[in-house]
C-alpha cells in the first residue's frame, strides 16, 4: 500500500503520518519542510521574503527529496504530504499573493508580471506533479481543516489560503481519479478510520502508536530558518 496523507497547513498530517507509520508497520515518507531547506537554499531570508524564482527552487527541492524517498521504499510506506501539495501551494499563491499576509498591489506592473510568469512556470510543474502522484500513490487520505491555522511565525499563509489550497487538492485527486477518503476527528478516530478504510492490520495498539508518533514528533526542530541559519553559521565557522 502507497498511501499518501493530504491536506493543508496545520490540519495534522505529520503526527496522523507518524502515528499511522507505526500502527501498520508501513515505512514513512517525507520530504525536508521549508523551514529546514531555507537555511541550506536562501541563507538569511524567511519564507516571506522568498522571490517566486526561489519559491520554485525550494518547491524543486522538496519534490527531488520527495520522489527520490520513495523510490528506496518500492513494497508501500505512508507519505506525509505528496507531489501535489508544493505544486499546490504555489499555485494558490498566485490568487492571494506571493506572501498571503500581504497585500498584492497589482498596479506595480513589475509585480504583476513577475506573478504572471511564475503562474505559467506553476501550470507547467502541474505535468510532472499530476504524472507522479498518479503513477506512485495508491490512495489518498485526506484530513479537512477542522481547527484553526496554528500561528507559527513561519509560514505566511492564511485562512483563504488553506481553504483554496484544500479545494485544489481535492479537485485535483477528482481530475486524477486517484481514490481518497477525508478522515476527520480526533488522532485515535481518524486511525482507526484509515484502517478501517484501507483493511490495514495494526501491528501495535491505537494507544502505543500514537504515544510513539509524539515522543518522535517532539524531537522536530522548530526553531526559524533564521535561527538555524545562525547555527549553522556558527558551527562552520567553529563557533568563532
Known amino acids: 500500500m502507497k498511501l499518501a496523507i493530504a491536506g493543508t ?8 503520518t507518524m502515528a499511522l507509520a507505526h500502527l501498520t508497520g ?4 517525507a520530504a525536508k519542510t521549508m523551514r529546514e531547506l531555507l537555511p541550506i537554499s536562501i541563507p538569511g531570508k524567511t519564507l516571506e521574503e522568498c522571490t517566486p524564482a526561489e519559491l520554485i527552487m525550494l518547491i524543486m527541492r522538496r519534490n527531488q ?11 508501500g510506506f505512508v507519505s506525509d504530504g505528496s507531489s501535489l501539495h508544493e505544486w499546490a501551494y504555489g499555485t494558490v499563491r498566485v490568487l492571494v499573493g ?12 513589475k509585480l504583476a508580471e513577475d506573478i504572471r510568469f511564475y503562474a505559467a512556470v506553476l501550470e507547467q510543474m502541474a505535468v510532472p506533479a499530476k504524472q507522479h502522484a498518479k503513477a506512485s ?7 479537512p481543516i ?4 496554528v500561528p507559527d511565525g513561519h509560514r505566511p499563509v492564511n485562512e483563504r489560503f488553506r481553504y483554496l489550497a484544500d479545494r485544489l487538492m481535492l479537485d485535483t ?10 478522515v476527520g476527528g480526533s ?15 495494526p501491528r501495535v495498539s491505537v494507544e502505543e502508536a500514537i504515544a510513539r508518533a509524539e515522543r518522535e514528533y517532539a524531537l522536530i526542530d522548530t526553531s526559524s530558518e533564521l535561527d538555524r541559519a545562525a547555527v549553522g553559521m556558527s558551527v562552520s565557522s567553529g563557533g568563532r
Open 146 to 149: 477542522e481547527f484553526p491555522l
Open 98 to 109: 506571493i506572501n498571503p499576509n500581504e497585500s498584492v498591489d497589482l498596479e506595480n506592473v
Open 173 to 182: 485527486l477528482d481530475e486524477l481519479g486517484i481514490p481518497y477518503h477525508s
Open 187 to 201: 488522532v485515535p478516530e481518524r486511525l482507526e478510520k484509515i484502517i478501517d478504510i484501507h483493511g490495514l492490520t
Open 65 to 75: 527529496e520527495r520522489a527520490v524517498n520513495e523510490s528506496h521504499l518500492s513494497h
Open 9 to 16: 497547513y496545520s490540519v495534522g498530517k505529520t503526527l496522523t
Open 26 to 29: 508501513l515505512p514513512r515518507s
Open 137 to 143: 500513490y495508491d490512495a489518498f487520505v485526506h484530513l
